[in-house]
Structure formats: structure tokens, C-alpha cells
């Protein structure tokens, strides 16, 4: 059984910072590409940030130049440290990462169960 924690969340003032961490644990053999995505109350989820397992990244428009993506594959942890938080950062944020199950020798892609950042003005 594979499984994605979440864990970081909180609430901030705006110009703060808080770092995210998921770790996947179970029967693990393989992580490939891991993400951040996130969502506001009424809208839909959107990608926040990606890397892949050899440590390439891609951002979003909207939060370059302020959070930054990582891995650590020792770890199986993927984190999301994220600086000069904006309001419209609030959302619930979720891992999500295509992991390859040593017992079931698939792979697929796993979720987390989310954790909440609130940015206050």
C-alpha cells in the first residue's frame, strides 16, 4: 500500500513563508515525476510545480521566482518551500507523484489528502 503525507500547512502573513513536505511511503520501487498542485475555494485544482526524478522543474506562471520545488529520493519526500506568500496563495494544497508499487508491480499516479495554507493581508 502506497501512501502520499502531506504535512507544512498553516496560516501566514502575507510577505511570509512556510515549506510543504509530502513523503510517500509502502511499497515503493520507483518515483518518477512528483508534483504540487493546489486549490481555491471555487475553483478548480491547478499545477503549481513539478520535478521530475532526475530534479528538472517547471512552475507556473504564477508563483515563479517565488516557490521553489524539490526532492529528496532518499527521502522519498518531495517539498515545496515556498516565499513571499500572496492571499491569493490560500488554497488547499495537494502532492501528487506517478509511483511505481514494488508488491503490485504497477505504476500509477498517487495523491496525498491535502493540507491548507492561508495567506492572510
Known amino acids: 500500500q502506497v501512501q502520499l503525507v502531506e504535512s507544512g500547512g498553516g496560516l501566514v502573513q502575507a510577505g511570509g513563508s512556510l515549506r510543504l513536505s509530502c513523503a510517500a511511503s509502502?511499497?515503493?520501487?520507483?518515483?518518477?515525476?512528483m508534483y504540487w498542485y493546489r486549490q481555491a475555494p471555487g475553483k478548480q485544482r491547478e499545477l503549481v510545480a513539478a520535478?521530475?526524478?532526475?530534479?528538472?522543474?517547471n512552475y507556473a506562471d504564477s508563483v515563479k521566482g517565488r516557490f521553489t520545488i524539490s526532492r529528496d529520493n532518499a527521502k522519498n519526500t518531495v517539498y515545496l518551500q515556498m516565499n513571499s506568500l500572496k492571499p491569493e496563495d490560500t488554497a488547499v494544497y495537494y502532492c501528487?507523484?506517478?509511483?511505481?508499487?514494488?508488491?503490485?508491480?504497477?505504476?500509477?499516479?498517487?495523491w496525498g489528502q491535502g493540507t491548507q495554507v492561508t495567506v492572510s493581508s
Open positions: 520535478i521530475t526524478s532526475g530534479g528538472g522543474t
Open positions: 501528487n507523484a506517478d509511483i511505481c508499487s514494488a508488491s503490485s508491480w504497477n505504476c500509477r499516479d498517487y
Open positions: 509502502g511499497s515503493i520501487f520507483s518515483i518518477n515525476n
